[in-house]
């Protein structure tokens, strides 16, 4: 079996070197991961030029493409994304608008390029919140194409109206951590038999 290779999307609103909670959760799943033989990378969406649109290259200095090639040769991605108003980031959504962009994607057997792609979601927020902006995010991996494991999703928020970021929080939630391990278990085990055993032709 090859090695398999994730990709997570860091949705933050907060461009580098500034710190982000989404992006620590985002890398504890990578590290989860690495413990099923899953490589792969963080990616920081606003540290690149990603154009609003719904096509695969918007043009004019377009960075989308670049990150959907990592997203090509991944089979598991990540969303990590922070909660605002109860919302999934702007960023988030962003991200989501231009994967509406691979319903038009197809292989030479007429199947979707992401049907053998596992999707999961991280979320951190200091509000209530995490299964609402689950919910949207995995349904619309889901759209376009991914499968969902069981459990595929992990989060922390903080006391409501609080303004602890997970990043500060001390030592860290055995609940959070545990939903990371499975969620990286789950991930990993639906990646390989859809390696093994593709969904059928269209």
Not at 48 to 71: C, M, N, Q, Y
Not at 129 to 154: C, I, K, P, R
Request: aromatic fraction near 4%.
């Amino acid at each position: 079996m090859p090695t398999l290779r994730a990709l997570v999307l860091c949705c933050t609103l907060k461009p580098s070197p500034a710190p982000s909670s989404a992006e620590l959760l985002g890398r504890e799943v990578l590290a989860a991961l690495a413990d099923h033989d899953v490589q792969g990378e963080v990616v920081r969406v606003v540290d690149h030029r990603v154009r609003f649109g719904v096509s695969t290259d918007e043009g004019d200095g377009d960075e989308w493409p670049a990150i959907r090639a990592k997203l090509m040769e991944s089979q598991i991605l990540v969303v990590a994304t922070p909660i605002w108003l109860g919302q999934p980031s702007s960023v988030c959504k962003m991200v989501l608008e231009r994967l509406d962009a691979e319903l038009s994607e197809t292989d030479e057997q007429g199947r979707l390029r992401t049907y053998g792609k596992v999707g999961a979601v991280a979320v951190v927020g200091n509000e209530d919140g995490a299964h609402h902006v689950t919910a949207e995010v995995l349904q619309a991996l889901n759209d376009v194409g991914f499968s969902v494991a069981a459990a595929a999703s992990t989060y922390w928020v903080g006391e409501a109206m609080g303004g602890t970021d997970y990043r500060d929080a001390g030592p860290k939630p055995e609940t959070t951590g545990a939903a990371t391990r499975t969620l990286a278990r789950n991930a990993a085990h639906l990646a390989q038999l859809l390696a093994a055993r593709p969904y059928p032709s269209s």
